[in-house]
């Protein structure tokens, strides 16, 4: 795990690439890659590509990077892991290639050289890559299909500039700071920036499963190498039923492949069945000593949202070398400053990610395996049905003669307190699948914008925004079975713009590399070919029967809590946290704690930025 770094000065005429720029962007991701920093700058000066380097597979000097071709026309700077580069490297010396190191990173340089970017369909990992062909005079970039690493690039018309952080981009002062009204909206929509847009107008994030290239003409657009709807195309009929050793084995499987490394792999651990299931399934695979880590909460002791007692137990059980942190609202505020620079983007989530990081890197891991992206695969969100049911109610109502124009208004006032005003907005907003997951996944509903960002801002937001067609990407070509039509909207979206993202910045803060079995793309379509399109029997139990022993029937029955943080309790009484006063929506009672940290996070970001609303 990394941080990679690029300028390629493209426009005849301009000047070379400045290399202290290059330098200031690539070392403000120093926490990315404590062991080791490397440069590449051209012969003419126009191109340049800086790495950072978490040392995890090859750890030798022939491991780092940028990494060059024998002959030099090809060089890479690579940020990520390619579990089967072993299998790819044996193929690729059958037909006659030699290596000059033990790393994934020469596997990707001479697949390129053989295949081109056709190639990377091959990469079973994650990755965000900057490769110059010199052969070509041009610069490649590349990301994972569900673009579990994030990759930024920024165009002024005559450079480009690339890193795997944004405000890595803005350190190196050639980036406007001129905000996106998109990301601006969509943040207060989503709690996170949807991408392509980041928090600048300037700068985008590259689309996972894209490859973009970049030459004297200037930069192309983005060219797909893998569709994530391509995981439920061409399936047959759903099977009658289960084969519990052929589940076990599929499972089995990405875990193999998630645990290779030159360096211990350890393992977050809650009460849940996503990490409890990949912990079981990791002893299976190993001898030695697994570190596990969890977090805790004061305010959550003794309650059904502490985690921690159980996963002591499943600890216990599995006989890992365990540690239980425990954070309080004095280590939280006292931490604010730093998290807030560690976060990338304004995001109402990833404070969990980053105190079980932080316990991870003290506990001495360099690597952690994470349970994200269960409940993406098998169903384990309540947008499995009440989004489904809010399109069909939608589509049944919408037709009645000027409803539409009164539901709202109505609705605000009958709802419950307990129930989000979003879903005030099921007529007017809730339409199709787009407009249903939208009213399940948002935080604010865009009728309170105003009040957040002002009318000007918000109006036009909302319309560069258009969610609708974003959603609707993710969706083509369209699965026909609900079940995976909601597993690509929430894999496409929350779990990229959100659980992702923050998962790394949170993670790359301690310099630890997180990895997520369940994200990976052979489990998911070989799940989808054993089972059959939106099979029902997609659910949790499967993940639970997959270790040997299974997981007991406690545990599978125990009540979700989703790794609650308790936020509100936290920042309620801070003085340096209440700007949320100030502002109407975020008053009386209901869903306000989240709404109110992701208001004091997006201040904090945008402070002198836009103008006051």
């Not at 560690?342 to 109402?348: E, F, G, L």
């Not at 310099?511 to 399109?533: F, H, I, K, N």
Request: charged share 25%; hydrophobic share 40%.
């Amino acid at each position: 795990m990394c941080g990679i770094a690029a300028l390629f000065a493209y426009r005849p005429g301009v000047a070379g690439v400045d290399r202290l720029e290059l330098r200031t962007i690539r070392d403000r991701m120093a926490s990315r890659g404590p062991d080791g920093c490397g440069e590449w700058f051209s012969a003419d000066g126009r191109t340049a590509l800086g790495h950072r380097r978490l040392s995890i597979i090859d750890l030798s000097e022939t491991g780092a990077q940028p990494m060059a071709s024998e002959d030099g026309a090809i060089v890479l700077s690579f940020n990520g892991e390619i579990y089967n580069y072993q299998a790819l490297r044996a193929s690729l010396e059958a037909e006659g290639c030699r290596f000059r190191s033990a790393s994934d990173t020469e596997v990707i340089l001479q697949l390129y050289e053989r295949e081109g970017p056709e190639g990377f369909v091959r990469l079973r990992g994650m990755f965000a890559l900057s490769l110059w062909d010199g052969r070509r005079k041009g610069l490649l970039l590349a990301r994972d299909p569900f673009g579990i690493k994030p990759l930024y690039y920024a165009d002024d018309g005559a450079t480009l500039r690339v890193a795997s952080q944004v405000r890595a981009l803005r350190a190196g002062a050639h980036v406007s700071s001129d905000p996106d009204p998109a990301a601006v909206a969509g943040f207060f929509l989503w709690g996170s920036i949807p991408e392509p847009h980041t928090l600048y107008r300037e700068i985008r994030a590259m689309p996972a499963g894209h490859t973009m290239w970049i030459d004297g003409n200037g930069p192309a657009d983005p060219q797909p190498f893998y569709r994530l709807p391509a995981l439920y195309a061409g399936i047959g009929r759903r099977r009658p039923g289960v084969d519990p050793e052929e589940i076990h084995q599929i499972f089995l499987d990405t875990m193999r492949h998630h645990l290779v490394a030159d360096v211990p792999v350890g393992a977050f651990l809650s009460a849940g069945i996503d990490s409890t299931a990949l912990v079981g399934l990791a002893r299976e695979l190993t001898t030695g000593p697994l570190r596990t880590v969890t977090l805790g909460f004061e305010e959550f002791a003794g309650t059904d949202l502490d985690e921690s007692r159980a996963a002591e137990e499943t600890a216990r059980r599995l006989d890992t070398d365990h540690e239980t942190r425990v954070i309080s609202r004095d280590r939280f505020l006292a931490e604010i400053p730093e998290l807030l620079d560690a976060m990338d983007q304004p995001s109402v989530d990833g404070v969990n990610s980053y105190f079980v990081s932080q316990a991870a890197h003290e506990a001495g891991l360099k690597v952690a395996l994470s349970g994200l992206g269960g409940d993406e695969l098998l169903a384990g969100y309540p947008s499995f049905t009440s989004v489904p049911r809010m399109a069909a109610i939608s589509a049944f109502l919408r037709p009645v003669p000027g409803l539409r124009r009164v539901a709202r208004p109505l609705l605000e006032t009958l709802l419950p307190a307990r129930v989000p005003r979003r879903y005030a907005g099921v007529l007017e907003y809730g339409g199709g699948w787009s407009g249903a997951y939208r009213l399940r996944r948002g935080l604010f509903a865009p009728w309170e914008l105003p009040q957040l960002i002002g009318e000007d801002l918000a109006r036009e937001g909302l319309v560069r925004l258009d969610t609708n067609a974003a959603i609707a990407r993710c969706l083509d070509p369209s699965p026909k079975g609900a079940r995976d039509i909601v597993s690509l909207m929430e894999a496409s979206l929350y779990m990229r713009n959100q659980l992702l993202r923050d998962t790394d910045w949170g993670s790359m803060a301690h310099s630890l590399e997180v990895r997520v079995p369940l994200v990976d793309v052979v489990l998911w379509r070989r799940l989808a070919e054993t089972l059959g399109p939106s099979s029902p029997l997609r659910t949790k139990t499967l993940l639970a029967m997959a270790p040997r022993p299974p997981l007991p029937e406690s545990l599978q029955r125990r009540r979700k809590t989703g790794f609650a943080v308790p936020l509100w309790d936290w920042i309620g009484g801070s003085a340096r946290l209440d700007a949320w006063r100030a502002v109407p929506a975020l008053q009386g009672p209901g869903f306000q704690g989240m709404r109110r940290w992701g208001f004091t996070v997006f201040r904090h970001f945008t402070e002198g930025l836009l103008p006051s609303s």
